[in-house]
């Protein structure tokens, strides 16, 4: 390729999670291009797949940002935002009652709640959102979804009539429900779950089985939660437990399904289609995508891969920039990628590659140029 024949190159990179936000990662990509062939036209497009980043991802964009403050997931007050173009609101779950929002870091398994993501919605259909997309990853919290539902006006009742608090565990003593006092928007607005896992509730491939010891659960614990939330199905709604997503972020999934009338899609997916990707491909030679593992997760609806097929269906090549990749070379061609940069091939040691992950991108982009934009 010539550099007369250079039009556009698009950037469409995810975080490179534990070092730079999508966005970062886009500007140090677009630097090192820049440095080398400084006529190209750099579009920067950062995205993500429903986890944390999803907000930032929609801002970037162009969309406003809505801030505003809602507890987390041990009920303290803290700052939060979502995006609103028109009547669409995009929340993400990280950003109100995610991991990161665990005060000093400290797990809270049994207690941990989704109530907060509740006020954000009610808050979102307060304003006049009617369509709400919400981003599930990087929960804290193994309610069922339970909390979301309170905070937008249900009631769950124990066995005397008593208002249950927040949290997993508690729902063991659920004995009713009462949607009565839901938030009237609800049954107006159409809600979709940005989502990449596709785990029922309950069972060996549910909330708790699989996610619950990564919010700190032991094993008193996941016996506690999994019968916890057996009996918050069987009282929400026992036909959804084992739909596909019912588990995502600790059971949000369900919740959501049987209280909102939600469906889940991909993560990705309905990422492109709100920021309209495809027309943001008009004029590009080039794409480059990546996060900050390429492993055979990835090959699972996560936003590279996502990213790549939409591309290539216009007709565009596609490079990968990882901080690292587990796939073998004939895997990575497998997945339509034209080539493939690893930060971890100019900096082995992975924490000084996450340390300079920017300046290794500027790195990689020129390199990039050289490689793919000139003659």
Same mark, same amino acid.
């Given at each position: 390729?010539?550099?007369?024949?250079?039009?556009?190159?698009?950037?469409?990179?995810?975080?490179?999670?534990?070092?730079?936000?999508?966005?970062?990662?886009?500007?140090?990509?677009?630097?090192?291009?820049?440095?080398?062939?400084?006529?190209?036209?750099?579009?920067?497009?950062?995205?993500?797949?429903?986890?944390?980043?999803?907000?930032?991802?929609?801002?970037?964009?162009?969309?406003?940002?809505?801030?505003?403050?809602?507890?987390?997931?041990?009920?303290?007050?803290?700052?939060?935002?979502?995006?609103?173009?028109?009547?669409?609101?995009?929340?993400?779950?990280?950003?109100?009652?995610?991991?990161?929002?665990?005060?000093?870091?400290?797990?809270?398994?049994?207690?941990?709640?989704?109530?907060?993501?509740?006020?954000?919605?009610?808050?979102?259909?307060?304003?006049?959102?009617?369509?709400?997309?919400?981003?599930?990853?990087?929960?804290?919290?193994?309610?069922?979804?339970?909390?979301?539902?309170?905070? =937008?006006?249900?009631?769950?009742?124990?066995?005397?009539?008593?208002?249950?608090?927040?949290?997993?565990?508690?729902?063991?003593?659920?004995?009713?429900?009462?949607?009565?006092?839901?938030?009237?928007?609800?049954?107006?607005?159409?809600?979709?779950?940005?989502?990449?896992?596709?785990?029922?509730?309950?069972?060996?491939?549910?909330?708790?089985?699989?996610?619950?010891?990564?919010?700190?659960?032991?094993?008193?614990?996941?016996?506690?939660?999994?019968?916890?939330?057996?009996?918050?199905?069987?009282?929400?709604?026992?036909?959804?437990?084992?739909?596909?997503?019912?588990?995502?972020?600790?059971?949000?999934?369900?919740?959501?399904?049987?209280?909102?009338?939600?469906?889940?899609?991909?993560?990705?997916?309905?990422?492109?289609?709100?920021?309209?990707?495809?027309?943001?491909?008009?004029?590009?030679? =080039?794409?480059?995508?990546?996060?900050?593992?390429?492993?055979?997760?990835? =090959?699972?609806?996560?936003?590279?891969?996502?990213?790549?097929?939409?591309?290539?269906?216009?007709?565009?090549?596609?490079?990968?920039?990882?901080?690292?990749?587990?796939?073998?070379?004939?895997?990575?061609?497998?997945?339509?990628?034209?080539?493939?940069?690893?930060?971890?091939? =100019?900096?082995?040691?992975?924490?000084?590659?996450?340390?300079?992950?920017?300046?290794?991108?500027?790195?990689?982009?020129?390199?990039?140029?050289?490689?793919?934009?000139?003659?």
């Amino acid at each position: 390729m010539t550099r007369e024949a250079v039009r556009r190159v698009v950037l469409a990179p995810d975080k490179f999670k534990g070092s730079l936000t999508a966005p970062q990662v886009a500007a140090a990509l677009a630097d090192g291009i820049a440095g080398v062939v400084p006529e190209v036209r750099i579009r920067q497009v950062p995205v993500a797949d429903g986890g944390d980043g999803t907000v930032d991802a929609f801002v970037a964009a162009g969309w406003p940002r809505v801030e505003l403050t809602a507890p987390g997931p041990t009920g303290v007050l803290g700052p939060t935002s979502y995006a609103r173009h028109e009547a669409t609101a995009v929340l993400e779950l990280a950003a109100v009652v995610g991991l990161a929002k665990l005060p000093g870091g400290q797990p809270d398994p049994l207690g941990a709640s989704t109530f907060g993501l509740g006020v954000v919605i009610a808050h979102a259909l307060d304003h006049g959102a009617t369509d709400i997309v919400i981003g599930l990853g990087g929960s804290a919290s193994t309610d069922g979804g339970a909390g979301l539902a309170q905070a =937008l006006g249900a009631r769950i009742l124990d066995a005397d009539g008593r208002e249950l608090p927040h949290g997993g565990a508690v729902l063991a003593h659920a004995q009713r429900l009462d949607r009565t006092g839901m938030h009237p928007g609800i049954a107006s607005a159409t809600f979709t779950l940005a989502c990449d896992v596709d785990n029922p509730l309950l069972g060996p491939a549910g909330a708790v089985a699989i996610y619950a010891p990564q919010k700190g659960a032991g094993p008193a614990d996941l016996e506690t939660l999994e019968s916890a939330l057996t009996t918050w199905a069987r009282l929400a709604g026992p036909d959804f437990a084992n739909e596909p997503g019912a588990g995502a972020a600790g059971g949000t999934g369900f919740g959501a399904l049987a209280l909102l009338g939600a469906k889940v899609r991909s993560g990705i997916e309905v990422i492109l289609e709100l920021l309209d990707f495809p027309a943001l491909l008009d004029g590009a030679c =080039l794409v480059v995508t990546g996060e900050g593992s390429l492993d055979t997760q990835s =090959l699972h609806g996560k936003a590279p891969i996502g990213v790549c097929e939409t591309a290539r269906k216009a007709g565009l090549p596609v490079i990968a920039v990882v901080g690292r990749t587990l796939l073998a070379a004939q895997e990575i061609r497998a997945a339509g990628f034209a080539a493939c940069y690893a930060l971890t091939d =100019l900096e082995p040691d992975p924490a000084r590659s996450i340390a300079d992950a920017s300046q290794l991108l500027r790195r990689v982009g020129a390199r990039l140029a050289d490689e793919h934009l000139t003659g």
